[in-house]
C-alpha cells in the first residue's frame, strides 16, 4: 500500500510539474513577444514609485524599499526564465528609483510652512516676478533669507498703485507684509496649493501692507529670463490693446495674470485652455517655424547650400531656438516636455530616423520623472502626455494610417479626409482627457474637438507666426510691428468669441463631483496597459477599465460641504440647487464648492429655503436622504449664545456645524463640526445616504507640508499650550504685581 501511495504522489507530481512549467513558459514567451515594448513600462514603474510616495507618505519608505528588495530576490531566484526575472528586477529598482527621487526631492526642496498668520516688517530679495493685471497685483518671490521663525522664500503681492519699475528681479525691498500658511485644499479632492508652494521652496504668501522701499535697485544681469519675459509681456500688452493683449502675452511668453477671469474661464469650458499654457503647441510652433526659416535663409545662398546639410544646421539652429524659447518662458513642466520631445525630434530628424514615437515619449516622461517627480500628481503632466500618446498611437494606427494615405482624388476630398482626421483625432484626445480632467477639476469641455479644429489652426499658422513677425519688426524699428500686431489682435479676437460661443452652448460642460481614487487609477492602468502591449489580450484590460469608468461616473455627489476654514457650509439639494450658509462669500469660494458639489451656476440663499428657520446667530434646517430625514444646525456669527439655550438646540439635531469651538454641553445626535474638529479633519462632504464623511486630512495629512500631520499638530498643540500658560498669572504675582506698581 505504501508503494502504490508512493507511486501515485510521483504520477502526480509529474502531472502537475509540466502544467507549472507551461505557465511560467507562456509568460515567458509573451515577453518575448513584447520585448520591443518594454522599454515603455520605465515610466511607467518609476511613476509607481512616486505615486506610492504620494499615496503613503515618506513614513512608508522604509517598507516600499524592503518590498522592492524582496521583488529582486524573486528575480534573482528565477534563474531560468532571463526575461522574466530582468522585468521582475528591474521593475523593482525602478520603483525603488522612484520613491528616491521624490523623496530626495521633497527633502532637498521642501519648506517648512509658517505655522500661523504673521504680521511685521521683512527685507528680501526679488528673485522673480508675476505681473497679475487682471486682479490689480504684482506677485513678488522674496528670498529673505535663514531666520528663526520666518521661511526663507515667501511670495507676496504687491498692489498695482504701490509697484514700481524698479520691483525687479535682483531689486532688495523692505515692506510691511501679512504672511500666511500655503493653503491647502479647502475641500475634500480639492487643488493642494501646499504641496505646490512645498516643492517650489515657498513657505509663506501674502501681501504687502503699504508702501514698498527699495534699498538696493536691481541689478541688470540678475534672473535674465525672467527680466526678459517681463519685458516682452509688456510690450505685447502695450502692442495689442488690453482687450487681446494679454491672451497674446499668454501664448507667446506663457504669462497668464492678465487674462480676465470670464475669458479664461470660456477658454476652459470650451476646451481651449492649453492655449494659454505654454507646450506642446507652442513650441512646435516655434521650433518648426524656426527650423523653416534657417532651411530657407540657407538655401538662398547656393554655394553655402551644396557645402553643408542644410536640414542638419537648421535642426541644430531650431535646438538652440527651442532652449532659449523655454527659458524664456519660465521653464515649467509642460514647456520643458514639450522642449525635450522636440529636440529629440529634430534628432531622430537629423539621423533619419522616425520623428514621433511612444519611445520618444517614454524618454520625455522618464527625463520629467526624474528632475521633477512631483509633476506626476498634477494635473498638467498626465493631460500633456496623454494628449501625446493618444496621437501617436491614433495615427500610428493601420486604418489611421490607410484613410490618410495619399491617393488620387480632388482638392475637395483630400481637404475633407484632413478636416475629418483632424475631427476623429480631437475626439480621440478628448475621450482619454476626459477622465483625467473631470478627477481635477470635477468638470471638462463637452464640444473642445469641435472648438480645436478651428482655434488650433488659427492660433499655430496665423497668430503665432505673426506675432513673430510682429517681434521682429518692432527690433528692427518701434512701431513696424503695428500691421501685424493688429492682424495678430483680430485673430485672437476670434478665439475668445469662439471660447464665449461654444462655453454658453447648453450642454458644454460635463459636471461630476469627486470620484475614487482607486476608480481612477484603474483607469490610468488600464488604459496604459492597451496602450503599451501589442497582444490582443491586453483588451482584456477594457474590463477593468469600463468597470472603473462606470464608477467614475456614479459617484454620488455630498449632500454637505464645509470649508477647511470652517465658515462656509453648502448644501446640496435634492433639485440640483447649491444652498450657501453665507451667500456672500467671494468667488474663488463659490466657485470651489460648485465645482466640489458639480453645480454651475445654481447657487442660492440657504435662509430663503421653505423650510430653513435661520437668524443672525443660526440656521436651522433639514435635508431628507433615502433612509431618514437630517436635523441640521449651522452657526454663523461670533456672539456668544445661551449654553442652555445652544445645549438645548445641539440636543435637537443630528450636525451642528461651527467655525468656532463649541461647549462640551453641545451633543448633537450623530457629529459635532467644530474648530476642534475642523483644526485636525480640515474641509469636509457629507454623505448622508450611506452615511459617511470624507475629510481633508483623510488624504494628505501623511504628507509633510500637510497642515493635517501629526508633526505640524503636534506644534500647534504646544503653540497653544505655552500662549494658555502665557496668558495665566498665578494670584501671588499678581498681589505682587500691584504692590509694586
Known amino acids: 500500500m505504501k508503494f502504490a501511495s508512493h507511486i501515485a504522489d510521483e504520477i502526480a507530481r509529474s502531472n502537475s510539474a509540466p502544467a507549472r512549467a507551461s505557465y511560467a513558459e507562456t509568460l515567458e514567451n509573451w515577453l518575448d513577444s513584447e520585448r520591443e515594448r518594454l ?16 499615496a503613503y507618505g515618506p513614513a512608508n519608505g522604509l517598507f516600499f524599499a524592503i518590498l522592492c528588495i524582496g521583488l529582486c530576490g524573486i528575480g534573482l531566484s528565477l534563474r531560468g526564465w532571463t526575461r522574466l526575472s530582468t522585468v521582475i528586477i528591474a521593475g523593482a529598482l525602478l520603483l525603488l528609483a522612484g520613491i528616491f527621487v521624490i523623496s530626495f526631492k521633497s527633502a532637498n526642496v521642501g519648506a517648512t510652512p509658517l505655522e500661523r498668520p504673521w504680521i511685521g516688517r521683512i527685507a528680501g530679495k526679488i528673485e522673480s516676478v508675476e505681473d497679475v493685471s487682471a486682479r490689480d497685483i504684482i506677485r513678488l518671490r522674496l528670498w529673505i533669507g535663514p531666520s528663526g521663525h520666518l521661511p526663507s522664500t515667501v511670495r507676496v503681492n504687491v498692489e498695482a498703485d504701490q509697484a514700481n519699475p524698479q520691483l525687479q528681479p535682483g531689486a532688495i525691498i523692505v515692506a510691511k507684509v501679512r504672511l500666511m500658511p500655503p493653503p491647502g485644499p479647502a475641500l475634500p479632492g480639492g487643488y493642494d496649493f501646499a504641496r505646490a508652494a512645498w516643492f517650489s521652496g515657498l513657505g509663506a504668501t501674502g501681501s504687502v501692507i503699504g508702501p514698498v522701499e527699495i534699498v538696493q535697485p536691481p541689478v541688470t544681469n540678475e534672473n535674465f529670463w525672467n527680466r526678459s519675459r517681463i519685458s516682452l509681456s509688456s510690450h505685447i500688452g502695450s502692442a495689442m490693446g488690453p482687450e487681446t493683449g494679454a491672451v497674446g502675452s499668454a501664448l507667446l511668453v506663457g504669462t497668464r495674470g492678465g487674462i480676465a477671469e470670464d475669458d479664461a474661464e470660456a477658454l476652459r469650458d470650451s476646451g481651449l485652455a492649453h492655449l494659454l499654457s505654454v507646450s506642446g503647441l507652442h513650441v512646435t510652433a516655434v521650433v518648426g517655424g524656426s527650423f523653416i526659416l534657417v532651411s530657407a535663409l540657407l538655401s538662398l545662398w547656393p554655394w553655402l547650400a551644396l557645402r553643408i546639410k542644410v536640414p542638419l544646421f537648421a535642426a541644430a539652429a531650431a535646438a538652440v531656438i527651442a532652449i532659449c524659447y523655454t527659458l524664456l518662458t519660465g521653464a515649467e513642466v509642460p514647456t520643458v516636455r514639450a522642449c525635450i520631445a522636440a529636440l529629440l525630434i529634430l534628432v531622430a530628424m537629423a539621423m533619419g530616423r522616425e520623428a514621433l ?3 520618444l515619449l517614454a524618454f520625455g516622461a522618464t527625463f520629467v520623472l526624474l528632475f521633477w517627480p512631483e509633476a506626476l500628481a498634477g494635473p498638467s503632466f498626465q493631460l500633456s502626455f496623454a494628449a501625446v500618446g493618444t496621437i501617436v498611437l491614433l495615427h500610428q494606427s493601420k486604418w489611421m494610417t490607410d484613410f490618410r494615405g495619399r491617393r488620387d ?15 476623429l483625432t480631437g475626439l480621440a484626445i478628448e475621450i482619454v482627457l476626459a477622465p483625467i480632467a473631470l478627477f481635477h477639476f470635477h468638470k471638462t469641455g463637452v464640444y473642445g474637438a469641435l472648438a480645436n479644429m478651428v482655434a488650433i489652426p488659427v492660433t499655430t499658422f496665423f497668430i503665432m507666426p505673426v506675432q513673430m513677425i510682429a517681434l521682429l519688426m518692432d527690433s528692427i524699428r518701434e512701431g513696424f510691428g503695428a500691421p501685424f500686431w493688429l492682424l495678430a489682435s483680430q485673430g485672437i479676437k476670434l478665439i475668445l468669441w469662439l471660447a464665449h460661443k461654444v462655453s454658453n452652448t447648453a450642454g458644454a460642460v460635463l459636471l461630476l463631483p469627486e470620484m475614487p481614487l482607486w476608480a481612477f487609477a484603474t483607469a490610468v492602468f488600464s488604459a496604459l496597459v492597451i496602450a503599451i502591449f501589442n497582444d490582443r489580450r491586453r483588451w482584456f484590460a477594457l474590463l477593468p477599465l469600463l468597470a472603473a469608468l462606470g464608477a467614475m461616473a456614479v459617484a454620488p455627489r455630498p449632500d454637505l460641504l464645509v470649508t477647511s476654514d470652517g465658515q ?3 448644501v446640496i439639494m435634492e433639485d440640483g ?3 450657501l450658509l453665507r451667500p ?9 464648492l460648485e465645482e466640489t458639489a458639480a453645480i454651475r451656476g445654481n447657487v442660492h440663499d440657504l435662509q430663503t429655503l421653505p423650510a430653513a428657520r435661520c437668524n443672525a446667530d443660526s440656521c436651522a434646517f433639514q435635508i431628507n436622504s433615502e433612509k431618514r430625514r437630517w436635523n441640521i444646525l449651522a452657526l454663523r456669527s461670533g456672539y456668544m449664545i445661551p449654553s442652555m439655550e445652544l445645549a438645548a438646540a445641539c440636543t435637537r439635531s443630528d450636525i451642528v456645524v461651527s467655525s468656532r469651538w463649541l461647549p462640551f454641553s453641545c ?11 475642523i483644526e485636525k479633519a480640515g474641509g469636509m462632504a457629507l454623505y448622508l445616504n450611506e452615511p459617511r464623511v470624507e475629510y481633508v486630512a483623510k488624504e494628505n495629512a501623511h504628507l509633510p507640508w500637510s497642515a493635517y500631520s501629526p508633526e505640524r499638530l503636534q506644534i500647534l498643540a504646544t503653540q497653544r499650550r505655552k500662549q494658555k500658560a502665557a496668558e495665566i ?3 501671588l504675582l499678581q498681589k505682587h504685581s500691584v504692590q509694586t506698581q
Open 577 to 579: 440647487r447649491l444652498a
Open 357 to 359: 514615437s511612444l519611445r
Open 667 to 677: 451633543k448633537p445626535r450623530w457629529l459635532k463640526i467644530d474648530r476642534r474638529l
Open 729 to 731: 498669572t498665578p494670584p
Open 568 to 570: 462656509h457650509l453648502a
Open 409 to 423: 482624388e480632388g482638392v475637395f476630398l483630400r481637404l475633407g479626409r484632413t478636416a475629418a482626421s483632424l475631427l
Open 39 to 54: 522599454p515603455l513600462l520605465i515610466p511607467v514603474a518609476l511613476g509607481s514609485g512616486v505615486s506610492f510616495w504620494q
Open 584 to 592: 456672500g462669500a467671494g468667488d474663488y469660494v463659490r466657485s470651489t
